[in-house]
């Protein structure tokens, strides 16, 4: 059998097992499934264009479901989106997001037009007089972080951080006293593009930099190293976050960054992906991370979208293995953990019986978070990627040789689950495999996909239909001869 490797058109095509292109293929555990097809959660549509949804777990592990467009923010209660927004709503600019974070029971938004947003009951408001605006927020270690701000005194400056009071998420005037310190990232240029507890440490990214942030207490308060190096992100999103690492898209590259240095991913897609990307429309780039699945999805704009999301491309962060789906989506949702740790146990419940009861040792609880893979399309719906899977395509590599003819009799998938129903399109070159001619489709019936066709080099497009999940596949070739 030659095993599937997976979506890897950057290797040779002769490079037994890839896939030179696929729609809707997930990797899954050394083996390939059909993606699963949106499901209309059925909340309604919101007023505009989402531009921020996320799912919050509180400190009692109950979990809030919001999203925002550029003049509200919403909850998800009783099956319908409800307006939660301050009195007067809000004006965010054109490509102002909606990001959140949670702070113990307090859910915190923030965009770069708006005061940090909080809310416990009843409807958001500002956090306090003293709040910034802030295009990135996120929690760690009893402290809010607000990065690419304005106020404080300090005006708008994108390469600016601050950090709320300690225990604080209203007091954000700066005082060594209280630890609300603020600072800049000043030896590299452009402003902060992302920022993401990872552990005990805070990173933040610049477009073409990263600062790692450790907290020292006061007088410092938070010391930040910069890694050496030029990587960076172009967007929060762009950053995904598996509790132990963080997987991002850089300006050139797939990177995994444990907390000492970012490593290439040496994906086998990735001149293929900064080929198809639309540079100009980077900062549009949406990731969430499957942790029941341990899948990290990017979606991405194509250089024919026009900045739509349009294809998205998954890792499987076990195997190293890629797929690719197409779905046109406005946000993805990310997951945000209050981030409890045993060390803040004593200060949240007083006894062990104080604790959620029925929380099992493998709970998002006792973790950084857990994923809820769902979307808002461009409906303004929410949707959860859990239908049936509907079509699934999937392209080989070349097989032969330049030297002689071969003849390609059958050919029989190694399925784990077997589809609906499967059809195979061949191709064939009689020349160097730089370009293919269409041959015959082949029905798969009784095991196999029975067809004759004699070539110097063979390529298979594999179709199905209904949940499926594919390891490899025995194509039977047989040698004709030298020219």
């Given at each position: 059998?030659?095993?599937?490797?997976?979506?890897?058109?950057?290797?040779?095509?002769?490079?037994?097992?890839?896939?030179?292109?696929?729609?809707?293929?997930?990797?899954?555990?050394?083996?390939?499934?059909?993606?699963?097809?949106?499901?209309?959660?059925?909340?309604?549509?919101?007023?505009?264009?989402?531009?921020?949804?996320?799912?919050?777990?509180?400190?009692?592990?109950?979990?809030?479901?919001?999203?925002?467009?550029?003049?509200?923010?919403?909850?998800?209660?009783?099956?319908?989106?409800?307006?939660?927004?301050?009195?007067?709503?809000?004006?965010?600019?054109?490509?102002?997001?909606?990001?959140?974070?949670?702070?113990?029971?307090?859910?915190?938004?923030?965009?770069?037009?708006?005061?940090?947003?909080?809310?416990?009951?009843?409807?958001?408001?500002?956090?306090?007089?003293?709040?910034?605006?802030?295009?990135?927020?996120?929690?760690?270690?009893?402290?809010?972080?607000?990065?690419?701000?304005?106020?404080?005194?300090?005006?708008?400056?994108?390469?600016?951080?601050?950090?709320?009071?300690?225990?604080?998420?209203?007091?954000?005037?700066?005082?060594?006293?209280?630890?609300?310190?603020?600072?800049?990232?000043?030896?590299?240029?452009?402003?902060?593009?992302?920022?993401?507890?990872?552990?005990?440490?805070?990173?933040?990214?610049?477009?073409?930099?990263?600062y790692v942030g450790q907290y020292v207490g006061a007088p410092m308060?938070?010391?930040?190293?910069?890694?050496?190096?030029?990587?960076?992100?172009?967007?929060?999103?762009?950053?995904?976050?598996?509790?132990?690492?963080?997987?991002?898209?850089?300006?050139?590259?797939?990177?995994?960054?444990?907390?000492?240095?970012?490593?290439?991913?040496?994906?086998?897609?990735?001149?293929?992906?900064?080929?198809?990307?639309?540079?100009?429309?980077?900062?549009?780039?949406?990731?969430?991370?499957?942790?029941?699945?341990?899948?990290?999805?990017?979606?991405?704009?194509?250089?024919?979208?026009?900045?739509?999301?349009?294809?998205?491309?998954?890792?499987?962060?076990?195997?190293?293995?890629w797929g690719k789906i197409e779905q046109t989506i406005e946000f993805?949702?990310?997951?945000?953990?209050?981030?409890?740790?045993?060390?803040?146990?004593?200060?949240?419940?007083?006894?062990?019986?104080?604790?959620?009861?029925?929380?099992?040792?493998?709970?998002?609880?006792?973790?950084?978070?857990?994923?809820?893979?769902?979307?808002?399309?461009?409906?303004?719906?929410?949707?959860?990627?859990?239908?049936?899977?509907?079509?699934?395509?999937?392209?080989?590599?070349?097989?032969?040789?330049?030297?002689?003819?071969?003849?390609?009799?059958?050919?029989?998938?190694?399925?784990?689950?077997?589809?609906?129903?499967?059809?195979?399109?061949?191709?064939?070159?009689?020349?160097?495999?730089?370009?293919?001619?269409?041959?015959?489709?082949?029905?798969?019936?009784?095991?196999?996909?029975?067809?004759?066709?004699?070539?110097?080099?063979?390529?298979?497009?594999?179709?199905?239909?209904?949940?499926m999940a594919i390891s490899g596949f025995d194509p039977l070739f047989?040698?004709?001869?030298?020219?």
């Open positions: 059998m030659t095993p599937f490797v997976g979506f890897s058109p950057d290797l040779p095509p002769e490079t037994p097992g890839v896939f030179t292109d696929c729609t809707n293929v997930l990797p899954s555990n050394y083996q390939f499934i059909a993606a699963p097809t949106a499901l209309d959660a059925g909340l309604g549509a919101i007023s505009s264009a989402c531009v921020g949804f996320a799912v919050t777990r509180k400190s009692d592990n109950t979990t809030r479901v919001f999203c925002g467009d550029s003049a509200k923010l919403y909850e998800q209660l009783v099956g319908v989106w409800t307006d939660e927004s301050k009195v007067g709503g809000y004006t965010a600019g054109a490509d102002d997001r909606w990001r959140f974070a949670q702070f113990g029971d307090v859910s915190l938004a923030a965009a770069k037009a708006e005061t940090i947003q909080a809310i416990t009951t009843g409807s958001f408001g500002d956090a306090s007089g003293t709040a910034p605006k802030a295009s990135i927020i996120e929690t760690i270690n009893n402290q809010v972080f607000a990065f690419n701000i304005n106020g404080m005194g300090f005006g708008d400056q994108a390469d600016r951080w601050a950090c709320s009071a300690l225990g604080s998420y209203t007091d954000w005037t700066p005082s060594v006293t209280t630890q609300c310190v603020s600072g800049q990232f000043l030896d590299s240029a452009g402003g902060i593009t992302a920022g993401k507890r990872l552990g005990d440490i805070i990173v933040a990214y610049k477009e073409r930099a990263m308060v938070w010391d930040f190293r910069r890694v050496p190096g030029d990587i960076g992100t172009p967007c929060q999103e762009a950053v995904i976050n598996t509790g132990t690492a963080h997987y991002f898209i850089g300006t050139d590259d797939f990177y995994v960054f444990d907390g000492t240095r970012p490593q290439s991913l040496n994906a086998p897609l990735r001149h293929w992906f900064f080929t198809n990307l639309d540079a100009k429309y980077a900062y549009k780039i949406q990731g969430t991370f499957d942790r029941v699945n341990r899948r990290a999805y990017w979606w991405f704009p194509t250089t024919t979208s026009n900045g739509a999301l349009t294809t998205c491309v998954v890792l499987n962060t076990l195997t190293g293995q993805v949702a990310d997951y945000v953990s209050s981030g409890v740790t045993y060390d803040q146990i004593g200060t949240l419940y007083s006894t062990f019986d104080d604790l959620p009861q029925n929380i099992g040792y493998d709970s998002p609880f006792w973790n950084s978070g857990s994923s809820v893979v769902a979307i808002f399309k461009t409906d303004h719906k929410a949707y959860q990627l859990s239908g049936t899977p509907g079509e699934t395509r999937l392209t080989t590599g070349h097989y032969g040789d330049n030297s002689y003819y071969s003849t390609i009799t059958r050919i029989r998938p190694r399925f784990v689950l077997t589809p609906n129903s499967s059809t195979l399109n061949y191709s064939y070159s009689d020349d160097d495999a730089s370009a293919f001619t269409g041959g015959i489709t082949a029905t798969y019936t009784n095991k196999w996909y029975d067809l004759i066709w004699s070539a110097r080099w063979h390529k298979f497009e594999l179709i199905f239909n209904g949940p047989s040698k004709d001869g030298s020219e």
